[in-house]
């Protein structure tokens, strides 16, 4: 690596954005809204990561491990405060292909790989990209997000130990029915009530766990028989051991995860960038791509060497952590803490929330996510943006969201491209001295080069000939190739063509393509376009 990238690198890592303090300073209040909101988010946490695990066909342990570790990592040296991290079922679905032939060494090898690329990119800037997400794109990942969300919590609706792993994540099991069904429903009801009331209430303790305590002790104190944590799988263990991928340190072993280590860190990286997005705006924080690109690798590449199952930003989570007061690094901390204390120490009480409280909680996520104002601007919007919304919707529902999101951007990048080639036109009037003045309008690149072309009548215009680009921006190759082939057309005809006002990021353009050369003592500002056998010069500039 070279010394540039490493001694970015060390500045990252050694001087991140810690923000341990919020801007009206740290107070006992504000200490217990951050503790109060990590222990909220450690109780979504634990039925999330188990299925999740499950869906990766590997131990549950192995989920909660990655569920602390990236947590606590991201939680440190991340991006945003206020964000949080853990094992997600956008990478969990990746994984089950490379589980199921090759077991799970193979997995720990590729997610050290995977945050290797992570903290590649962070240390390269490549974080900064995510600002070419268009705004429709973001709608439609934030409603596709919440719909998946949802349909992820119907298979809490199924009758425990009736699902099986078919390698393509869990799937099958009976259906809830009578009164389990209507039990179920309605403890997610109450939680759900409980959630909406409690901030008319009181704001002491975060409305989600106040839901989940109050249904808890009522499910517990009644011996209602109802799903609870313990029915998806134990959650008791011991610490995270350091150990080392038991994989060939060869080729061969190489090609086998790099293929899945590169897929995995793009859908990681995507999701933990829109979501730093969408976290910003809610917290009014803007910045950190770069060092979230950084703490995320880091994070998966510890979490590798600790028997976990690797991750990324957990938008659902994340929404639970904000709503709830969480907006200092503390709350994802203690998250992360609290997440470990429930394996070491709390499992079997753990065990006992009932999974109907859960589900509330994720459904009060599902609706505060889903952006509803997006109905009703479909209408509104242009046609191009409003089928992006739905596209990137559907995509990330049916497919995932990495796919989802390059395929809005496709399809906005080309729909803005289009909109653009359309603009290109030129107004024209003659001089006194007889010459005829083309002023371009418009972009002038790929897009537009045609339709460049299309301007001029090399054949019926008059000897000289001017082309004013004041209001247009000559942009790529194709557009300077555009513009030498205009000027031998005019100079096939015997003519004499003059470009004016191209800007100096045109003339570097220009220049740096061979296409220019410095023909002016006087003003070596400005220089001229290819070097015809009819001499061609730039008038004037800006």
């Known amino acids: 690596m070279p010394r540039a990238l490493l001694a970015s690198f060390a500045n990252r890592i050694a001087m991140p954005d810690l923000r341990w303090m919020p801007d009206d300073g740290f107070s006992p209040a504000r200490l217990r809204i951050e503790l109060l909101s990590g222990l909220t988010v450690a109780l979504a946490l634990v039925p999330e990561a188990v299925a999740f695990a499950f869906v990766a066909g590997v131990h549950p342990l192995v989920g909660l491990y990655a569920a602390f570790l990236v947590g606590l990592i991201t ?11 853990g094992a997600t079922g956008a990478l969990a679905v990746v994984m089950v292909a490379l589980v199921a032939q090759h077991g799970v060494e193979y997995l720990f090898a590729t997610v050290v790989l995977m945050g290797l690329l992570q903290v590649f990119a962070g240390v390269m800037q490549w974080g900064k990209f995510i600002r070419l ?10 409603n596709g997000l919440a719909i998946v969300i949802f349909l992820a919590q119907m298979g809490q609706f199924k009758v425990p130990g009736t699902m099986e792993n078919t390698g393509h994540g869990m799937s099958g099991g009976e259906w809830l029915s009578g009164m389990p069904l209507y039990m179920m429903l309605g403890l997610v009801a109450l939680t759900m009530a409980i959630i909406w009331v409690m901030p008319r209430v009181t704001r002491i303790v975060p409305a989600p766990l106040a839901g989940i305590a109050i249904v808890a002790v009522l499910v517990i104190g009644l011996g209602l028989d109802v799903p609870r944590v313990g029915d998806l799988a134990s959650i008791e263990g011991g610490l995270p051991q350091f150990h080392i991928p038991m994989v060939p340190l060869n080729w061969e072993t190489f090609e ?11 859908i990681g990286l995507i999701e933990s960038l829109l979501t730093l997005n969408l976290v910003g705006e809610m917290t009014g924080r803007r910045g950190g791509a770069s060092q979230e690109c950084i703490a995320q690798g880091v994070a998966n590449t510890v979490t590798g ?4 199952m690797g991750g990324c930003a957990m938008i659902g989570q994340s929404m639970i952590n904000v709503k709830s007061g969480g907006r200092t690094r503390v709350a994802g901390i203690a998250a992360a803490v609290f997440l470990l204390i429930f394996i070491l120490f709390a499992a079997p009480l753990i065990e006992q929330i009932p999974l109907a409280a859960l589900v509330g909680v994720m459904f009060m996520v599902v609706i505060g996510t889903f952006a509803w104002n997006s109905l009703t601007i479909l209408r509104r919007v242009p046609l191009t943006d409003a089928f992006v919304i739905v596209l990137v919707t559907v995509v990330t529902v049916m497919e995932d969201l990495a796919v989802a999101v390059v395929v809005g951007v496709i399809v906005s990048a080309l729909a803005y491209a289009w909109n653009n080639a359309r603009r290109i036109h030129a107004k024209s009037y003659a001089t006194p001295e007889g010459a005829k003045v083309y002023q371009v309008q418009g972009p002038l690149f790929f897009g537009s080069a045609e339709g ?21 921006r000559v942009v790529d190759q194709s557009a300077l190739q555009a513009i030498e082939a205009v000027a031998l057309k005019y100079e096939a005809e015997g003519k004499q063509i003059q470009l004016r006002h191209l800007s100096r990021d045109c003339h570097r353009l220009l220049k740096k393509a061979g296409h220019l050369m410095v023909d002016s003592d006087d003003d070596p500002d400005y220089e001229l ?9 730039i008038l004037g500039g800006h």
């Open 256 to 266: 086998i995860i790099l293929p899945y280590a590169v897929i995995l860190a793009a």
């Open 452 to 472: 460049f072309a299309e301007l001029f009548d090399a054949k019926s215009d008059p000897s000289a000939v001017i082309v004013d680009f004041a209001d247009s």
């Open 133 to 142: 997400v268009p705004h429709p794109v973001m709608l439609g990942f934030v």
């Open 75 to 85: 939680a440190l040296i991340g991006g945003r405060p206020g964000m949080i991290s």
């Open 305 to 308: 060497f600790f028997g976990g």
């Open 529 to 537: 376009a290819v070097n015809y056998s009819v001499k061609t010069g």
